[in-house]
């Protein structure tokens, strides 16, 4: 079983569709949380940290369920731009902070 | 530009060689991450630094990879006697240990191929 466990992809949303990406991980010692944005061929770049208490950050939205080992993320209003690669990541801090990632879904959005 | 750099952006090499990325942090962040990812995977974790001291090393990492941060800035992966397996994006992330979540942020990375 994979450590981090992502929905399958592709998806494909019209432009202002509301989409939810979730995530499941194995390890209960997970410490931290992330969602990474992925563009083809490029760097992840850090989309948002997830926090306990679930946080907002304009369109998006991120919850954390530690009991069932559960991350989520709702993108709403969705934008062209946002067609991309979405990584769950979770960090072991007691093991120096390495990153476990997904494979990633991939979302494309249409006009 | 103060995120973090990688050099070469693309290596293609022929089995057999030796080739050797760099990578420089963000000035102030004192850990230091090499990731390897391959088409359709998320990155896997290869090595980190704490300064100059390696303290962790995934079991991906085979004796022919060799990563160094000697100073505790800039670091370098080495892979001696590439094979075609080798054939990936290696990234480079730094992070400041004192931060409370250790967000790390991504170079550009190195995409090699191996011929």
């Known amino acids: 079983r994979k450590e981090v466990e992502q929905d399958p992809g592709p998806f494909n949303v019209p432009e202002g569709a509301t989409v939810a990406f979730n995530c499941t991980y194995s390890n209960s010692a997970s410490q931290s949380f992330f969602w990474y944005r992925q563009d083809c061929r490029k760097e992840p770049k850090l989309l948002m940290s997830v926090y306990s208490s679930g946080n907002e950050d304009g369109r998006f939205t991120a919850q954390l369920n530690r009991a069932s080992q559960y991350i989520s993320l709702l993108i709403r209003d969705s934008k062209l731009s946002d067609s991309a690669t979405y990584l769950c990541v979770v960090n072991f801090l007691n093991q120096g902070g390495k990153l476990i990632f997904g494979q990633g879904t991939e979302l494309s959005v249409k006009p | 530009d103060t995120g973090v750099s990688q050099d070469p952006r693309h290596k293609i090499t022929k089995r057999g060689q030796n080739v050797t990325f760099r990578c420089d942090p963000i000035s102030e962040h004192n850990r230091l991450y090499w990731y390897r990812q391959t088409l359709g995977q998320g990155p896997e974790f290869l090595t980190y630094f704490q300064n100059e001291a390696q303290l962790e090393k995934s079991r991906l990492l085979s004796d022919r990879f060799s990563a160094e941060r000697p100073k505790g800035s800039f670091s370098t992966l080495e892979i001696q006697r590439t094979e075609q397996g080798d054939s990936a994006m290696y990234l480079c992330?730094?992070?400041?240990?004192?931060?409370?979540?250790?967000?790390?942020?991504f170079g550009p990375g190195t995409r090699l191929t191996v011929l």
């Open positions: 992330a730094s992070s400041f240990d004192r931060s409370s979540y250790n967000e790390q942020f």
